[in-house]
């Protein structure tokens, strides 16, 4: 079935060791998005991929990478975890720009120790 | 700026009763979508209704329908016969229309609903 899967689902990582979060899709959409989603608040969107056009948020950490190396697969980097980025981190595919649905995966919950 | 508001934090409904969650937002668009998304505990967010606001007619999914008032910037969604499985949290998010330009969804900080046995 075509889907939106994120590896791995649990990730526990040190205070400032670098982690990696993989999303791959078989959607073959064009647009990849990552959100970062705190304990019982809303996704806050962090950036996104259109085909290979990066776009960050204003906000976004600069703590926060991240690379697409092709349609279907997209990876955040977050390269000194804080214990603040603890969170639910979300990626979710969109076939064009803001014309379609968003398609999300089960999510990656990141604790930082 | 758009946003999203949803003044439920929590609520509760008896299985087989109907529920309605709130949402108003605020944009000075005139093309965009709304949409509610639920995410059940520890399972992935999905898409529940969406309504393009352009069309009059509210959205209806099985048991799921919205009620869309486009000048008081108000989408309500109403669960009919709810089941245990609809105990999730809901989000109500905001996305303007491609031809507007810059797009994205603006989240409401959801409703947590409890179906109750």
């Known amino acids: 079935d075509a889907m939106v899967i994120q590896n791995p689902r649990y990730q526990v990582t040190q205070f400032g060791k670098p982690v990696t979060l993989s999303c791959s899709q078989t959607?073959?959409?064009?647009?990849m998005y990552w959100y970062q989603q705190k304990s019982s608040q809303a996704p806050k969107l962090l950036f996104h991929y259109y085909d290979k056009d990066f776009n960050n948020e204003a906000d976004t950490p600069d703590n926060f990478q991240s690379r697409r190396p092709n349609t279907s697969f997209c990876f955040l980097d977050i390269r000194s975890p804080g214990l603040g980025d603890a969170a639910m981190y979300l990626c979710a595919t969109e076939w064009s720009k803001g014309t379609d649905t968003q398609y999300f995966g089960p999510g990656t919950r990141l604790t930082v120790l | 700026a758009q946003t999203v508001t949803q003044s439920q934090p929590e609520m509760s409904v008896q299985e087989a009763e109907t529920v309605t969650l709130s949402c108003t937002y605020d944009?000075?668009?005139?093309?965009?979508?709304l949409f509610w998304y639920k995410q059940p505990p520890s399972r992935q967010m999905i898409l529940v209704i969406r309504?393009?606001?352009?069309?009059?007619q509210n959205a209806t999914e099985n048991r799921f329908s919205v009620n869309f008032q486009k000048a008081a910037k108000s989408f309500s969604l109403k669960i009919s016969d709810s089941q245990l499985g609809d105990t999730a949290m809901y989000f109500c998010a905001f996305m303007k229309h491609a031809t507007s330009g810059t797009y994205k969804y603006i989240f409401g900080t959801g409703t947590r609903l409890k179906v109750l046995a």
């Open positions: 944009t000075s668009e005139s093309n965009y979508y």
């Open positions: 309504q393009e606001a352009y069309k009059q």
């Open positions: 959607l073959n959409h064009n647009v």
